[in-house]
C-alpha cells in the first residue's frame, strides 16, 4: 500500500464515489500518521471527507443501467487529467525531461494510422 511509505512530501489522492470505501479512508488514515497531505475527491458530507485534509467535493448520479459505462467513471478520469495537467505546468521545467521520455515511449506502441489516438 503506497500509503504505509508516504512522507511529509507526499500528498496523497484518495478517491470514492461513495465515500465510505474503508481501504480508501484507512489508506487517507495511514498516509497521514506519515505526515502525508491528503486530497478526497468524494461527495462532500462522507465519512472519507471528514477525514481529509482537502475536499474536493464529487457527487455522482448514476442512472443504474448496468449495460453503459458510468458517468462517475469519465467524471474522475476528467478530474484526474485536471490534476495531473495542473501539477505539471506548476512543476514547469522540472517535469518536462519525464513528459518528453512517457510521449516518445507511447509513440512507439503506436500504429502508423494518423486517426487514432496517441498510444491507441
Not at 62 to 69: L, M, Q, S, T
Not at 92 to 111: A, D, F, H, Y
Request: glycine share 4%.
Amino acid at each position: 500500500m503506497y500509503a504505509a511509505v508516504a512522507t511529509p512530501d507526499t500528498t496523497l489522492i484518495a478517491f470514492s464515489v461513495s465515500g465510505y470505501a474503508r481501504s480508501v479512508i484507512d489508506a487517507v488514515q495511514v498516509a497521514q500518521q506519515y505526515g502525508a497531505t491528503t486530497i478526497a475527491i468524494t461527495p462532500p458530507d462522507s465519512a472519507l471527507a471528514k477525514v481529509a485534509d482537502t475536499v474536493i467535493h464529487f457527487q455522482s448520479l448514476e442512472d443504474g443501467n448496468i449495460y453503459k459505462p458510468t458517468s462517475s467513471r469519465y467524471a474522475l478520469l476528467s478530474i484526474v487529467d485536471m490534476i495531473v495537467t495542473s501539477v505539471a505546468e506548476t512543476r514547469g521545467p522540472r517535469v518536462l525531461e519525464n513528459l518528453r521520455r512517457i510521449k516518445q515511449s507511447v509513440n512507439t506502441l503506436k500504429v502508423d494510422d494518423p486517426r487514432l489516438p496517441l498510444g491507441d
